[in-house]
């Protein structure tokens, strides 16, 4: 049996007022509505996966928080280079029979990131994976 599983970005765009607070507690230097993008990625659920191992719907709640802050890195490369977004608000959802991880990031809106914001909105890129 082949399980393939995907974690789809929703929802993308300018920051509300409530985000853009959220997002500078994160940052040294306040940032505007203007200097950000916004997009909300599904990042894991209480589903079996490939290799037949699942988060339970209990943990999700506790794991979620534990995202907040954290770094999204482009192919789990780990160095400062391929660091791409940050993760600023969290929760757990219901829907297609499944809990889930809904996380909202911020990228910073620059030249570099053009391309990565258009592929995200083409829905070029949209996989993520929480790396474990």
Same mark, same amino acid.
């Given at each position: 049996m082949k399980v393939t599983k995907a974690a789809d970005v929703e929802?993308?765009?300018a920051p509300s007022?409530?985000?853009?607070?959220k997002i500078n507690?994160?940052?040294?230097?306040?940032?505007?509505? @203007?200097d950000v993008y916004v997009f909300s990625v599904?990042?894991?659920?209480?589903?079996?996966? +490939?290799d037949h191992e699942r988060f339970s719907t209990e943990a999700l709640p506790k794991l979620a928080e534990l995202f907040v802050g954290k770094t999204g890195v482009v192919d789990h490369?780990?160095?400062?280079e391929k660091q791409l977004a940050r993760i600023f608000e969290t929760g757990v @959802?219901?829907?297609?029979?499944?809990?889930f991880i809904r996380a909202?990031?911020?990228?910073? +809106?620059t030249d570099k990131t053009a391309e990565l914001i258009r592929e995200i909105e083409a829905g070029i890129k949209?996989?993520?994976?929480?790396?474990?």
């Open positions: 929802l993308s765009g007022k409530e985000q853009l607070e507690r994160l940052t040294k230097t306040k940032v505007t509505a @203007e599904r990042l894991c659920d209480d589903q079996s996966d +490939r490369a780990w160095s400062s @959802e219901y829907g297609d029979g499944a809990a909202w990031a911020y990228i910073l +809106r949209k996989e993520v994976s929480v790396g474990c």
